[in-house]
């Protein structure tokens, strides 16, 4: 962050406070243009093939202001404007939590990687069905509010409260499988690059994250094998009060030396 911080003394100015609001109300009035049929949704999202043979330049835009899906119905509805509202209020509590140049920065990052990897995906693998929508951001806002808020609560089927760091599990795994199962190298690249402001952004939280887990792993570990080690053993017979727990253990002087005796052992020399 230190960079970031150098050139928000420069360019701090030119952050846009509550930037997700705006993205968020174009994606509502492109939704109501799709709606009366003033927009076709084919010509929304990025398509590299289209750029490039068609000059379709536009699309590298539209793309980010895409509605995430055209419901059908007014249930359909209420789910889109409740998905709207939850992606506004986590960027608003990332952009208080980090600043607002902070967050405009990790949004324009994640947008260029994620135009990058698209044309990259594409001359990689030309023939693969390379097709963006703006899925990028709501899983890379949804990872870093995991992380900045990871017992947040949210209501699975308005009912069962889970705290979204199990949410941001699931969704990580099933961006895994989503990349060990497709076909081709550059479907893997148009997957992945999206997430790398993330990874970038949160790579020393992550590390640290991994660091204490490990310690608290050999920790644990070392404590089960002190608990298992015998505290007691006699000298005589080797017995200890972990083999023989209803021995009584006893120490006393031999040869100048403290030694441990077992009550057994303690019988037979009476």
Known sequence: MGMLNRLEKKFGYWAVPNVMLYIVISQLVVYALLLTGMMSFATMPLIPAAVIQEQQFWRLITFIIAPPYIPAGAFGGLFLAIFWYILWMMSGAIEAAWGTFHFNCYLLL?????????????????????????????????????????????????????????????????????????????????????????????????LHSFRSRQRRKQFQVESIERSEQALHTCFLCGATDKSHPNLDFRYRSVEGEHVCVCSACRDKQS
């Not at 990580?172 to 999206?194: D, H, K, N, Q, Y």
């Open 110 to 206: 994640g947008i260029f990687l994620t135009i990058a990897g698209a044309f990259i995906g594409y001359w990689i693998s030309p023939m693969a069905p390379i097709v963006i929508f703006p899925n990028f951001l709501y899983i890379s806002v949804f990872f870093a509010f995991a992380v900045l808020n990871p017992n947040f609560e949210f209501y699975l089927f308005f009912v069962l409260p889970v705290k979204v760091k199990w949410f941001a599990y699931f969704s990580a795994a099933l961006l895994l499988f989503e990349i060990l199962t497709v076909s081709t190298w550059g479907e893997r690249i148009v997957i992945l690059m999206p997430v790398m402001n993330f990874v970038l952004f949160f790579r020393a939280t992550l």
